[in-house]
């Protein structure tokens, strides 16, 4: 029993010395925190890496860079010769797009920002015919692709606008370069989106994330739920602290614009939590669920594959409820 006892002491030493520290990068990138954790045998200093996929993909994407690809086309520019991961994000994108009867659709900014959803200011004067004459410049079908890989547009004026899938692309691309790393366990979250792969070393069990709660106190930061994610992308969308009380009802809503009519429609869900092969889909899906609201959503997720969703909404009495398809149910923790 002596010799038993010593050999399980000395394998639980051994393993205890094998064990590495998780290593961890973290900063802001594209407007957003990033966080990067993995665990690997040796020290794999991968800053560099992960500013350069920063600087390609604003370089690219960024509307908030003027000499970006995307800013250059918006203005006008038919000579750019997009990049790889351009093409990789409209083609995602248009997949998204078309699944979801043109309910997400990159080239609604105008309209979100004449409504005072984006970062300008609200026009004034924004009525039916103002709506109507957005309208024209609204539409991902209206935007080709070149066999030169140049962007074709139908109209000068349609605007395309990534925000709601690029971060989710990002946390892939950071993920493929781990991979290339050799490195099997990680977890990567840029801007609050997520890919797992393998275990959490620390306690050698899938990696725990959580949904916030999206009637949180402002300043407080609380939780819906906790799950366990491995091997897949997972994206939130949801419009926290910005929902509205109907003083009449008592009902919860946001504030959706529906690129279909061009109007601002109330819509019952908070929040749409996704879970995808990778984060890409799950980014854009999230996104999606959005503007569709909780029963066109439903509907959606009965012709798609590959998806699980954990939905926040507001009953007509003003109650908050949850709708979380079974594979979600799944990794949902119980403690």
């Not at 993909?57 to 960024?62: A, G, Q, T, V």
């Not at 309209?111 to 004067?125: C, S």
């Not at 019952?268 to 854009?284: K, M, R």
Request: aromatic fraction near 10%.
């Amino acid at each position: 029993m002596k010799i038993l006892l010593l050999l399980v002491v000395s394998i639980m030493a051994i393993r205890c010395a094998e064990k590495k520290e998780a290593q961890v990068f973290s900063g802001e990138a594209l407007g957003t925190t990033y966080q990067v954790k993995f665990f690997h045998e040796t020290e794999l200093p991968i800053q560099k890496g992960l500013d350069s996929i920063f600087e390609v993909i604003n370089k690219s994407m960024s509307t908030y860079e003027s000499n970006s690809d995307i800013s250059k086309i918006n203005a006008g520019d038919t000579s750019i010769v997009v990049d790889n991961n351009f093409i990789a994000v409209l083609t995602a994108s248009k997949k998204i797009y078309t699944e979801s009867d043109g309910f997400f659709d990159p080239t609604v900014g105008n309209l979100v920002n004449a409504y005072g959803f984006g970062p300008e200011k609200r026009k004034d004067n924004l009525n039916e015919k103002r709506i109507d004459s957005m309208l024209q410049y609204v539409g991902l079908n209206k935007i080709k692709l070149s066999a030169e890989k140049r962007i074709i547009k139908e109209q000068p004026e349609i605007y395309l606008d990534f925000n709601a899938i690029a971060k989710g692309f990002t946390v892939d691309v950071i993920a493929k370069y781990l991979d290339l790393k050799k490195v099997d366990n990680y977890l990567v979250e840029v801007g609050g989106e997520l890919v797992a792969k393998g275990l959490n070393m620390d306690s050698e069990a899938p990696w725990v994330v959580a949904i916030d709660d999206p009637l949180q106190k402002e300043g407080k930061r609380e939780f819906k739920a906790t799950l366990y994610l491995k091997d897949r992308g997972m994206a939130t969308s949801g419009n926290y602290r910005k929902f509205r009380m109907d003083s009449i009802t008592g009902q919860r809503y946001v504030h959706t614009i529906n690129p279909i009519t061009g109007k601002s429609e109330k819509s019952n869900l908070l929040s749409a939590s996704v879970l995808a092969e990778n984060c890409t889909l799950a980014d854009g899906y999230a996104t999606a669920f959005m503007a569709l609201g909780l029963e066109r959503s439903k509907k959606m997720l009965s012709n798609i594959e590959g998806v699980e969703v954990y939905f926040i909404y507001a009953e007509e009495n003003g109650e908050v409820n949850e709708y979380s398809t079974s594979g979600f149910k799944e990794v949902l923790r119980k403690d």
